[in-house]
């Protein structure tokens, strides 16, 4: 691994460690049915999914923390392919939560935005 | 990097991986990190009804992670102590049972239907004879926390006037609170009651002062000296019931053996001078009855390794 390499990696593990649980928040607030880790897994594959979590696995644990913190609902239900499911559904103080964030994440990454494209003469 | 040798080929192999990678770590991580990695494979074997496991297995390490990658990063996020102190689940299969686990899990916990079964079951559970362990243990685990906490109180209380009154009985709390771990750990191996591993959390900022008034403030200081005075008189009872117990149903479930090999005339079975037997029939029941008596045996040992549990718990972890 080259230099460069580590220090992209350190920069993703930092990026991801907020981002990761405003994604979550936002994919079960757009969500219609509540969602198993496994499904909410895969909507993270494709083009944000190096940045965000390096490995999916990654998700369970903070799953978890929300739910433990309140902003999300989970309820088990059994399925025929494997252990039980456990079945998560943002909760109301999860959409005040996600709102708030996601008012954070838009003016962080217009300032980021004007930042690094250089624009800011005074 | 990434390329190890031992690319696991069936599910059951990759968890076994993950839960060697894992190894050491607090078991309720581990627990849920079996579960999450189950869960998701299943999930995506489920999804590709047409690739073998091997296949499938060898995708997973890119996209979940390759059993290493996925104990580092449940080992990083292992911060949430409200987890930590989540009880249990116990329908997670252990160990190497998880070949057949398709549809089991849901169902494991209840207790089957038929009471016989459940009565003579008890033989089957573990927990039993650990609790059993614990009772005849606790005896003497009792008289050390016992003569511990009296002489440290005392010593502290009669320090006081001297100028190393003050740090003593700051050490003395200290070694209450490390012993309480030690009890926990001996409480989690033995009544399967989930203990903390790590000590409660400790403001660090103030002075020397203010800590010593928070440890003196603590609850949980004073629950803990509670729990190892009680330990004392608890520890003799269950030392009491397990031994009379254990000898009364044994002793009646061995007598009849004695008799067939021809020791009839050691055999004395009496009340108050009267004896109570004399006739060979009456080997039987004897026999019998202790054999029953083992299972009662076991079954207030459970019984009792679980209130104690409870009681454990409550004195020894911290009430938030």
């Known amino acids: 691994m080259t230099d460069t390499e580590i220090h992209l990696k350190k920069f993703q593990k930092e990026l991801s460690a907020g981002m990761v649980s405003l994604v979550l928040l936002s994919v079960l607030g757009q969500a219609k049915e509540p969602m198993y880790g496994y499904q909410i897994a895969k909507r993270f594959e494709g083009a944000g999914e190096a940045v965000l979590t390096g490995k999916q696995s990654a998700l369970y644990p903070v799953l978890r923390n929300l739910s433990a913190s309140g902003l999300l609902d989970s309820f088990v239900e059994p399925s025929v392919s494997g252990p039980p499911r456990r079945y998560y559904q943002i909760t109301k103080d999860g959409r005040a939560v996600l709102s708030e964030w996601a008012n954070t994440w838009n003016a962080t990454r217009s300032f980021v935005d004007s930042i690094l494209k250089g624009d800011s003469h005074e | ?320």
């Open chain 2, 1 to 320: 990097m990434s390329n190890n040798t031992n690319t696991p080929k069936t599910i059951p192999e990759y968890l076994e991986l993950l839960r060697a990678a894992l190894k050491g770590k607090d078991p309720a991580l581990v627990q849920d990190a079996l579960y999450d990695a189950e869960e998701y494979l299943r999930a995506e074997l489920a999804e590709n009804p047409g690739q073998d496991e091997a296949t499938v297995l060898e995708k997973v390490a890119s996209s979940y992670g390759a059993p290493e990658e996925v104990a580092e990063i449940y080992n990083e996020r292992e911060v949430a102590v409200s987890d930590a102190f989540r009880s249990p689940r116990a329908s997670i299969p252990q160990s190497k049972s998880s070949t057949g686990v398709a549809s089991v899990g849901v169902s494991v916990n209840k207790k089957p239907q038929n009471p016989i079964a459940w009565f003579f079951g008890v033989a089957a559970d573990p927990r039993a004879y650990a609790a059993l362990f614990y009772m005849l243990l606790s005896m003497f685990t009792g008289i050390f926390y016992f003569t511990w906490a009296v002489t440290g109180l005392s010593m502290s209380l009669g320090f006081m006037v001297l100028i190393i009154g003050i740090p003593f009985a700051v050490l003395f709390m200290g070694s209450v609170w490390a012993l309480s771990l030690v009890e926990g750990r001996l409480v989690e191996t033995m009544l399967g009651v989930r203990m903390p591993r790590r000590p409660a959390y400790v403001n660090h900022e103030g002075g020397f002062l203010t800590r010593i008034k928070e440890i003196l403030v603590d609850p949980r200081t004073w629950a803990t000296l509670l729990y190892m005075l009680l330990m004392l008189p608890l520890g003799i009872i269950y030392f009491t019931v397990a031994v009379t117990a254990l000898a009364l149903s044994l002793s009646f479930l061995l007598a009849p053996v004695a008799y067939l090999m021809g020791y009839a005339d050691n055999i004395t079975l009496s009340w108050d001078g009267v004896t109570m037997v004399d006739q060979p029939w009456v080997m039987l029941p004897m026999f019998i009855g202790g054999a029953l008596g083992v299972f009662v045996t076991l079954h207030v040992a459970r019984g009792i390794g679980k209130l104690h549990g409870m009681m454990a718990k409550h004195l020894l972890v911290k009430i938030a």
